[in-house]
């Protein structure tokens, strides 16, 4: 079993910045692909980026394309999200998922999933 904790939301203006963090525990991070998803009230949960297990490849979601950039620290445990130029479409909650398929969009191949946190961007 693999638990992932996610830190890192809160509330920013419009153009501003934030970094996610999402610490992984209780399994070889290295073997898992690791994807972003978020959502926003009243609306699906959606894909946001994905990475690797080596962190070589990424996927992103049009939507944050050139904004936001996933990474990992394979040796920490631990996958990023740092999300730039922020806009008010951007306020989610925002969940880490773990998955050993190979860079998913669809969150049904994500076998473990975080508790979200809260990412609000003010206008």
């Known amino acids: 079993q693999v638990q992932l904790v996610e830190s890192g939301g809160g509330e920013v203006q419009a153009g501003g910045s934030l970094r996610l963090s999402c610490a992984a525990s209780g399994g070889t991070f290295s073997s898992y692909v690791m994807g972003w998803f978020r959502q926003a009230p009243g609306k699906e949960r959606e894909f946001v980026a994905a990475?690797?297990?080596?962190?070589?490849?990424?996927d992103y979601a049009d939507s944050v394309k050139g904004r936001f950039t996933i990474s990992r620290w394979n040796a920490g445990n631990t996958v990023y999200l740092q999300m730039n130029s922020l806009k008010f479409e951007d306020t989610a909650v925002y969940y880490c998922?773990?998955?050993?398929?190979?860079?998913?969009?669809?969150?049904?191949?994500?076998?473990?999933w975080g508790q979200g946190t809260q990412v609000t961007v003010s206008s």
């Open positions: 990475i690797s297990w080596g962190g070589v490849n990424t």
């Open positions: 998922a773990a998955t050993t398929r190979r860079l998913p969009v669809e969150k049904e191949y994500y076998n473990y």
